[in-house]
């Protein structure tokens, strides 16, 4: 687009409107401002909060500051904040050494969590401006892929359909030969006694049981669950599992974890800064066990206060402190759950409903049967590291165990039975939530597993710095011996590419900072300067053919935009494609190429151009100095 | 519409112009009023060499990954790798002997003197492998080994892997086909992918060869070359289409040389300022992006190569002519028009 502009009756190009040129070195000077953050280190920090979402008190805060200070170490600064405290140390070590203190003086009620906190200067802060978060190879940590056991998921709720639909069949009067649950094809094989019945038994279905669809040949029924059961079903899983990591990845003290779905079946969990991993594994791996156990009536408050117990009975205490005695040996475990759900009963009380599979559902029989109207208890527990290690150097870990609910036994109907004696609707909500997350719905595998050494991940920023200055200057050089002024021009821009790219990085959320996200960094370098040699060729192409200097320079940028439009378009596909099917690391290089290709775009022609303006616009020129 | 006439290659030097500079002094000038920088270069004259080097190289390439078949890395066949640092210089080949006594199958190569990389396939592994492998170096290597980095990929993991990277290649070549079909021509588009199959041919063929580990950044390095590759051919496609526009006296084959012999310099510039700094990448980036430059170089060097010889050589091949160029109009009248 060229401009001819008529200014003082001469037709002047290359000229931008003044608007414009201000506009780019608003834009610079901004990008540059979010760019500094990158300077100023972080440091190593602890994040300490109460557990469960507790607040931290002001006397709390102040015995923190005595634990440390008791130990010697010394505290860059101490942010008590938002009912959480934030410690700032200025080496490793010190953290290490605090995390340590405060473990062990402040016990169970906090949690301490080893983080990096960056220096940035408070100005810089509150106009939003951050260093660029650091990848996992970049700052060391660990990350696991987890997968979802979707099969075994469905092959326990299949298990227990296929005995809820023979039990239901039998009471409606269908006749059925045989049910069986096919683990291969995931598929409930039913045959019935005559045609007959088979289709009695698919109508009874349609109208009684709306997830489930049906295939019937003669006697032979095969059923399985639509797929949009199927689906909710498998979201429903994820959605749970990422919870209860959730819940774990909070207990081991990571700040800034990242755990997210991954295609299907999948969960990543990535803990930066974390220096032991093989608690982390024990602790998301570790499994939280639900059982139930009948509540020793014969036994008083005071004998609990006295702890005058009988051996087979334990007393175990409630979130809110109350303790109860219940007997040791469990009815059934929470593997036995398959689904609980809150609802109202025939009185209107609030109420659970508790599905088991059909293990749970003998075991449960056997127990109930002089067990109705008993009150029993749902105990959850959990495999805690308590910091100490055996003579293996293998951490010991303690069984904490917590009432979450006593409640009293109802009806029981085949495979699932109903407690109440709830207070009321969110009660029974929140025990339903704890059966089902403590069932554990579907079991969650670690299937990879990558750790950096925080000394590595030191190693890998160096190194990326190395190369992306020598890549920087090199480039700069090449383009200064074959285009002079202009190949300085070129090279005075890609810095500013460089500094926009980095600003972009820094502000934009969900982008970290990855070994591939530097190899994108320096590939920018290379590609952004690009654009210029396409422009520089063209201008040389219009001065060839004798074309005044001026016009040339004009000519040039329009004429080599179509090119460069269309090869950054394809990089930025490229990207865009490698972004979807990428994982981790190559979603970072994606992202970095990407918006390296679209600053350079305005870098290199905008920018450039603007200063070729100033140098050579609107006057009489003689020759490029190219 | 065109006279097909064989240009007289009859150069005069220097342009005549009230704007003289270095450029347009050293200007090759022909009949017709083409300038150029150099004398052109016939490149389709000497395609069939071209497409033979080519084929031996395919060929080699072909054989190469056949017989000694691709090192898929750890990303796809699932194992542990771990990087173990050591307080004295080792020998790889001693630890890995020392090793395979609990690990039968574990290799072991040296990263650097003090440094050694060790893979375990998946069957043998276990939670706790690195911790170890680890006290096994310590009693009976060095009392200092220490593992710096472990990572492990189940099977899983794997097969997962490969279908996603399989699925970007083959999304990112029909996403290239129809994107040059739309702004070129398809007979240009078959010319571009042909030569991007040849410069992923050859990348792997190199890697098999030498057996160099396949891993997970070696794929979005290929797509990366596949782009770049795109844009040189990109630029002597779009130099072609706009001299098809100007010079109408010229047969299509001449026409191809011309453009070629014009676009040469910007081609190798774009090339080169890409590989300088992919060079760095390689010799500094560390061994995480080793794998990832390596097959950058290879692939800009052939990438910069088949852009210049192949696939224009392979569009004109399929029947390219000046009509393939220029944009079809239908007027009003229903008839034909070339937008000139």
């Given at each position: 687009m060229e401009l001819n502009i008529k200014h003082k009756g001469i037709i002047v190009q290359n000229h931008y409107p003044l608007w414009k040129n201000i506009l780019i070195i608003f834009i610079m000077i901004v990008g540059s401002i979010y760019a500094l953050p990158n300077l100023f280190p972080e440091k190593p920090s602890l994040q300490v909060a109460g557990s469960r979402g507790r607040e931290?008190?002001?006397?709390?805060?102040?015995?923190?500051?005595?634990?440390?200070?008791?130990?010697?170490?010394?505290?860059?600064?101490?942010?008590?904040?938002?009912?959480?405290?934030?410690?700032?140390f200025e080496s490793e070590a010190d953290q290490q050494k605090a995390a340590a203190a405060l473990d062990t003086d402040l016990g169970n009620t906090y949690t301490t969590a080893l983080s990096y906190t960056p220096a940035t200067p408070s100005w810089l802060t509150s106009i939003g401006a951050q260093p660029m978060k650091l990848g996992l190879d970049l700052r060391g940590g660990v990350r696991f892929l987890m997968d979802v056991d979707i099969k075994t998921l469905f092959d326990r709720s299949y298990d227990s359909l296929q005995r809820f639909i023979r039990d239901q069949a039998r009471q409606n009067g269908i006749n059925l030969v045989s049910t069986n649950y096919d683990s291969k094809t995931q598929t409930i094989q039913i045959v019935a006694d005559s045609?007959?019945?088979?289709?009695?038994?698919?109508?009874y279905l349609h109208q009684n049981m709306p997830d489930v669809q049906t295939s019937i040949q003669g006697p032979n029924v095969t059923i399985t669950y639509t797929k949009a059961k199927y689906d909710q079903t498998v979201n429903y899983a994820i959605d749970q599992s990422l919870g209860i990591l959730r819940n774990r990845v909070t207990e081991i003290g990571v700040a800034e974890p990242v755990i997210q779905r991954q295609g299907d079946t999948n969960i990543i969990v990535e803990l930066p800064g974390i220096h032991d991993v093989t608690r982390a594994k024990e602790i998301i791996g570790a499994t939280a066990t639900l059982s139930f156990n009948m509540v020793n009536?014969?036994?008083?408050?005071?004998?609990?206060?006295?702890?005058?117990?009988?051996?087979?009975?334990?007393?175990?205490?409630?979130?809110?402190?109350?303790?109860?005695?219940?007997f040791k040996r469990e009815i059934i475990s929470g593997t036995h759950i398959i689904d609980a759900s809150a609802g109202r009963g025939e009185n209107g009380g609030a109420q659970v409903n508790i599905r088991l599979n059909s293990e749970g559902a003998k075991l449960i029989s056997d127990a109930t049967k002089s067990a109705i109207g008993r009150p029993m208890a749902t105990v959850y527990s959990e495999y805690k590291d308590t910091g100490r290690k055996n003579e293996e150097g293998k951490p010991i870990l303690r069984k904490i165990d917590e009432i979450a609910n006593v409640a009293t036994i109802q009806a029981r109907l085949g495979s699932s039975f109903v407690i109440t004696g709830l207070s009321s609707m969110a009660e029974a909500n929140n025990l339903a939530l704890i059966l089902r997350s403590g069932a554990l719905v579907a079991p969650i595998q670690i299937i990879s597993e990558k750790v950096i050494g925080p000394s590595l991940g030191a190693e890998n920023i160096k190194q990326g710095l190395i190369a992306s200055v020598s890549a920087l200057a090199l480039t700069i050089l090449l383009m200064l011996v074959v285009y002079r002024f202009f190949g300085f021009v070129a090279g005075f821009v890609l810095l500013f590419n460089i500094l926009l790219l980095v600003a972009a990085l820094s502000i934009l959320p969900g982008t970290t900072l990855t070994m591939p996200g530097i190899a994108g960094i320096v590939l920018t370098i290379g590609m952004s300067v690009d654009a210029n040699v396409l422009i520089y060729s063209r201008i040389v192409d219009e001065l060839r053919v004798g074309r005044s200097p001026q016009a040339a320079l004009s000519e040039g940028y329009n004429g080599a935009w179509t090119s460069i439009f269309d090869s950054n378009l394809t990089s930025i596909l490229t990207g865009v494609i490698l972004f979807i099917f990428g994982t981790g690391p190559i979603k970072g290089f994606a992202i970095t190429l990407c918006l390296g290709v679209i600053i350079s775009m305005f870098t290199a022609i905008v920018a450039s151009k603007m200063i070729f303006n100033f140098v050579y616009g609107s006057r009489k020129v003689t020759k490029l100095h190219l | 519409m065109s006279d097909e006439s064989k240009l007289k290659e009859i150069y005069k030097r220097g342009v005549d112009t009230p704007y003289?500079?270095?450029?347009?002094?050293?200007?090759?000038?022909?009949?017709?009023?083409?300038?150029?920088?150099?004398?052109?270069?016939?490149?389709?004259?000497?395609?069939?060499?071209?497409?033979?080097?080519?084929?031996?190289?395919?060929?080699?390439?072909?054989?190469a990954m056949a017989v000694r078949g691709l090192n898929l890395g750890l990303d796809y066949t699932g194992g542990t790798v771990m990087e173990v640092q050591y307080s004295h210089a080792v020998q790889a080949p001693e630890i890995g002997e020392y090793l395979s006594k609990s690990y039968p199958g574990v290799e072991v190569t040296s990263a650097s003197a003090r440094e050694t990389t060790i893979r375990i396939p998946a069957k043998l592994v276990t939670n706790k492998t690195s911790q170890d492998?680890?006290?096994?170096?310590?009693?009976?290597?060095?009392?200092?080994?220490?593992?710096?980095?472990?990572?492990?990929?189940?099977?899983?993991?794997?097969?997962d892997l490969v279908y996603a990277a399989t699925m970007a290649l083959i999304c990112t070549i029909v996403m290239l086909l129809i994107y040059i079909s739309i702004r070129f021509q398809w007979r240009l588009s078959l010319g571009a992918i042909a030569s991007l199959i040849h410069d992923v041919i050859i990348v792997l063929g190199v890697f098999a060869l030498f057996q160099i580990d396949v891993d997970l950044n070696f794929v979005a390095a290929i797509l990366s070359v596949i782009g770049y590759s795109i844009n040189d051919t990109i630029v002597v496609f779009d130099r072609m289409r706009e001299n098809i526009r100007k010079l109408h006296r010229v047969s299509v084959e001449e026409c191809i040389n011309i453009s070629l012999t014009e676009t040469l310099n910007r081609t190798i510039m774009t090339s080169l300022t890409t590989l300088v700094t992919v060079v760095i990448l390689l010799f500094f980036g560390g061994s995480s992006l080793y794998i990832f430059s390596l097959c950058l170089t290879i692939g800009i060097i052939i990438g910069t190569y088949s852009s210049i010889f192949i696939a224009v050589a392979c569009s004109f091949d399929v029947g390219l002519t000046k009509e393939d160029m220029l944009i079809r109009q239908v007027n009003k009248d229903g008839l034909e028009e070339y937008e000139r």
């Open positions: 931290i008190e002001l006397d709390v805060y102040n015995q923190i500051r005595q634990i440390v200070s008791n130990q010697g170490i010394q505290v860059n600064r101490a942010v008590f904040k938002d009912g959480k405290v934030n410690l700032v045609s007959n019945d088979a289709s009695r038994l698919t109508s009536t014969n036994i008083t408050q005071q004998q609990i206060d006295a702890n005058l117990i009988p051996a087979d009975t334990v007393v175990i205490a409630n979130a809110q402190g109350q303790r109860t005695a219940v | 003289p500079n270095r450029f347009s002094k050293k200007a090759y000038v022909l009949d017709g009023g083409i300038v150029l920088a150099r004398p052109i270069t016939h490149f389709m004259k000497y395609r069939k060499w071209m497409y033979i080097f080519s084929g031996i190289l395919l060929l080699l390439s072909c054989i492998i680890q006290k096994l170096l310590q009693d009976g290597i060095d009392p200092e080994a220490h593992v710096t980095s472990a990572e492990f990929v189940g099977p899983k993991a794997g097969a």
